[in-house]
């Protein structure tokens, strides 16, 4: 079991930042792929970024290239998302997840936080 709790959203407007963060407990989160994740409201889950085990690779979608940045610290079992250039169609309940292997795949990814609400006024 990974337990991951999410913290760090909140109310920005457009064009600000914000830095969420992950925290792991459990087994060792050095091995775990993670990957940052998005709903918003009335619409399905996607992901936003993930990234590999060792923090040596990531991916990112297409609408949030060259504005948000994944990265871990393993020696703190943490994930990071850093928001850069937020827009209102950022607005989501962000969730953290882990996954066995790398993958771009929700299905693969095996335990889930709670969920941060990230909400940015125009």
């Known amino acids: 079991q990974v337990q991951l709790v999410e913290f760090g959203g909140g109310l920005v407007q457009t064009g600000a930042s914000l830095r969420l963060s992950c925290a792991a407990s459990g087994r060792t989160f050095s091995s775990y792929a993670m990957g940052w994740f998005r709903q918003a409201p009335g619409k399905g889950r996607e992901i936003v970024a993930a990234i590999t085990s060792s923090g040596g690779g990531s991916y990112y979608v297409d609408s949030v290239k060259g504005r948000f940045t994944i990265y871990r610290d393993n020696a703190k079992e943490s994930v990071y998302l850093q928001m850069n250039s937020l827009r209102p169609e950022d607005t989501a309940v962000y969730y953290c997840?882990?996954?066995?292997?790398?993958?771009?795949?929700?299905?693969?990814?095996?335990?889930w936080g709670q969920g941060t609400q990230v909400t940015v006024s125009s």
């Open positions: 997840a882990a996954a066995p292997f790398y993958s771009h795949t929700e299905s693969l990814y095996d335990y």
